[in-house]
């Protein structure tokens, strides 16, 4: 089992910064992702990364959003930068052992974190 703590959302003007973390005092697994959830909505993943260090992110927050993760810390982070009222959802990281880590399905993702908010305010 794979235990996924997310912290460091919060609200923020937009054009503001937020960092999250996702600590996994297990280690971190092969695939690395972070999705994000409105009211309503599916779960829309927005970035991953490989071990190896492949980043993928979609046109919506490409630019604004880098993952990175350090192994040292069996921490991953999502820095957001630029963000937009559109960006308040509920975030979360999710891992998985196995490729391909993009696209980010969350059948991909085996083990989810318990989520944190993001609120943008314009």
């Known amino acids: 089992q794979v235990q996924l703590v997310e912290s460091g959302g919060g609200s923020v003007q937009a054009g503001g910064s937020l960092r999250l973390s996702c600590r996994a005092p297990?280690?971190?697994?092969?695939?690395m992702a972070w999705f994000r959830q409105t009211p309503g909505n599916e779960r829309e993943g927005i970035a991953t990364h490989a071990s190896g260090g492949v980043t993928t992110y979609p046109d919506s927050v490409k630019g604004r959003f880098t993952i990175s993760r350090d192994i040292t810390r069996n921490t991953l982070y999502l820095q957001m930068d630029s963000l937009k009222p559109e960006d308040t959802a509920m975030y979360y990281c999710?891992?998985?052992?196995?490729?391909?880590?993009?696209?980010?399905?969350?059948?991909?993702?085996?083990?989810w974190g318990q989520g944190t908010q993001v609120t943008v305010s314009s």
């Open positions: 999710a891992g998985s052992r196995s490729s391909p880590c993009s696209p980010p399905f969350p059948s991909r993702y085996r083990y």
């Open positions: 297990g280690g971190l697994t092969y695939c």
